[in-house]
């Protein structure tokens, strides 16, 4: 399948070892911020999943977009549905890693979260700031402060020991890291806020967005903020997809 800018999605199926290549490309913010070009590709993320799920093949995906899109394709993927083999084709320092969670998922090199939780108001909505790759606490508060997004309780999560492009060595600490991420969250969310939208800012490898996208559906409501690294708009933070 091959689609025209400003995205493309490239399916190539290799018959021998029974295998399905898949790249996804989008090229700037403007694509997911613009309405029309943002439904276009989530319904075309959507249809290529559903395929991916009808073909029962072993798949390697390229994600080189954005986090929320990376995201959104693994919740399209639920893992609790979908049964995959899912092989992520990440960009690190050292080249393109592939990246597949094992099926003890028992890492040989532990992940810890840093966690601060900030009570903000007694409303039912909730942010997550994730730092993996960068400590972004301090600018989602600004954000969230600025736009006079109505959270009751901030919960930031700080990889550990310290936000870089090489704390995440592969998908077992993706995948341990996301389970105790979601434990903590859910933890932290009673009463009212059980029911309140979830408002997710991620500094992460695209894998990782993707794996927690397979995981998220227990979350109910939310939201996913990109960062306007490109400076095409206003150099911030932007809403980009709402789910479900």
């Given at each position: 399948m091959n689609y025209s800018a400003p995205f493309s999605a490239t399916k190539i199926t290799n018959m021998n070892q029974n295998l399905i290549y898949f790249s996804l490309l989008t090229l700037t913010l403007c694509t997911v911020l613009n309405l029309s070009l943002n439904l276009k590709l989530l319904r075309k993320i959507k249809e290529i999943s559903e395929s991916l799920l009808q073909a029962k093949k072993p798949v390697i995906i390229r994600l080189d977009t954005h986090l929320s899109i990376s995201f959104y394709f693994g919740y399209c993927l639920d893992a609790k549905y979908a049964g995959l083999d899912i092989t992520i084709l990440q960009k690190t320092l050292a080249g393109s890693k592939e990246w597949k969670p094992t099926l003890n998922s028992?890492?040989?090199?532990?992940?810890?979260?840093?966690?601060?939780?900030?009570?903000?108001?007694?409303?039912?909505?909730?942010?997550?700031?994730?730092?993996?790759?960068?400590?972004?606490?301090?600018?989602?508060?600004?954000?969230?402060?600025?736009?006079?997004?109505?959270?009751?309780?901030?919960?930031?999560?700080?990889?550990?020991?310290?936000?870089?492009?090489?704390?995440?060595?592969?998908?077992?600490?993706?995948?341990?890291?996301?389970?105790?991420?979601?434990?903590?969250?859910?933890?932290?969310?009673?009463?009212?806020?059980?029911?309140?939208?979830?408002?997710?800012?991620?500094?992460?490898?695209?894998?990782?967005?993707?794996?927690?996208?397979?995981?998220?559906?227990?979350?109910?409501?939310?939201?996913?903020?990109e960062f306007d690294f490109e400076r095409t708009k206003d150099g911030s933070y932007n809403p980009v997809i709402s789910l479900p």
């Open positions: 028992s890492s040989s090199t532990k992940v810890w979260w840093e966690r601060e939780i900030i009570q903000v108001s007694d409303n039912e909505d909730i942010a997550l700031s994730i730092s993996v790759t960068k400590d972004i606490g301090q600018d989602v508060l600004e954000y969230l402060s600025n736009q006079k997004i109505g959270v009751g309780k901030v919960l930031h999560f700080k990889i550990s020991p310290q936000p870089s492009n090489t704390v995440i060595e592969n998908a077992d600490q993706i995948t341990q890291a996301v389970n105790e991420l979601l434990i903590e969250t859910n933890r932290n969310r009673t009463g009212k806020t059980k029911l309140g939208r979830v408002h997710i800012f991620i500094a992460a490898p695209n894998a990782f967005s993707f794996f927690m996208g397979q995981l998220a559906k227990p979350l109910g409501k939310m939201t996913l903020y």
